[in-house]
């Protein structure tokens, strides 16, 4: 399995303001995954984050609202812009051990956009 | 586009009682994974089932995975309230090196003690 720790565990942020979440692992990973899920609902892919290349994001998903950062093999960092009330929201960040058959979680962050 | 059709959204049943939870495609997964995601936590995984006509069981919790890995299932007997939570299922794509994961919906499970 793998330790990963996210912060903030919660925000309540203004509208248009951003937040940068940060996903830490205890062990060198080469995938790493960025979701959103609504409350009592499924995850919704946002980027997959491989370190020393630019993030890959899913339809719907743009790099300018949704910055990944991945300076290393145990972290990562995804900012959410210009925030409004949609973005409230889970975030929730992944690794993937054995590439296609195992994503770990983080225990997520709750935000919302006021 | 590939997904995974889990059935049913919602459940709430009484202590004790059984109850399976589908998870369906139209595509072959070359794996699938269940999770269980209580409120406040990310998702868990619970198992991987790899190979078709793979059964594997977790105490009360029996997972199938179908002949032609299109489908699974997961089977929860004498269901307590520890038990609830949101149950998702997720799929690989075997023929893409992305790692990426196709989730269901998700099956909420309500057990009342």
């Known amino acids: 399995s793998a330790v990963i720790s996210q912060k903030p565990s919660r925000d309540i942020c203004q509208r248009g303001t951003s937040l940068t979440i940060q996903c830490q692992v205890d062990?060198?990973?080469?995938?790493m995954f960025w979701y959103r899920q609504q409350p009592g609902q499924s995850l919704t892919l946002i980027a997959t984050?491989?370190?020393?290349?630019?993030?890959?994001?899913e339809s719907g998903f743009v790099i300018d609202k949704f910055p990944i950062s991945r300076p290393n093999l145990t972290f990562s960092t995804l900012t959410v812009s210009n925030m409004s009330p949609e973005d409230s929201s889970i975030y929730l960040c992944?690794?993937?051990?054995?590439?296609?058959?195992?994503?770990?979680f983080g225990p997520g962050t709750r935000l919302l956009v006021l | 586009t590939q997904l995974l059709e889990q059935s049913p959204q919602f459940l709430s049943i009484q202590e004790g009682e059984n109850l399976t939870v589908y998870c369906n495609s139209s595509?072959?997964?070359?794996?699938l994974q269940w999770y269980r995601q209580e409120p406040g936590e990310g998702p868990v995984l619970l198992v991987t089932?790899?190979?078709?006509?793979e059964v594997k069981k977790l105490k009360r919790l029996t997972f199938q995975f179908g002949d032609a890995r299109k489908d699974s299932s997961l089977h929860i007997t004498a269901a307590q309230p520890g038990d609830t939570g949101l149950y998702l299922c997720?799929?690989?794509?075997?023929?893409?090196?992305?790692?990426?994961?196709?989730f269901g919906q998700g099956t909420t499970l309500q057990v009342k003690p």
């Open positions: 089932v790899v190979t078709g006509g």
């Open positions: 992944s690794v993937d051990r054995v590439r296609g058959e195992t994503q770990y």
């Open positions: 062990s060198q990973v080469t995938m």
């Open positions: 997720a799929g690989a794509r075997g023929s893409s090196n992305t790692g990426k994961l196709i």
């Open positions: 595509s072959v997964f070359s794996s």
């Open positions: 984050a491989n370190q020393g290349s630019e993030a890959t994001y």
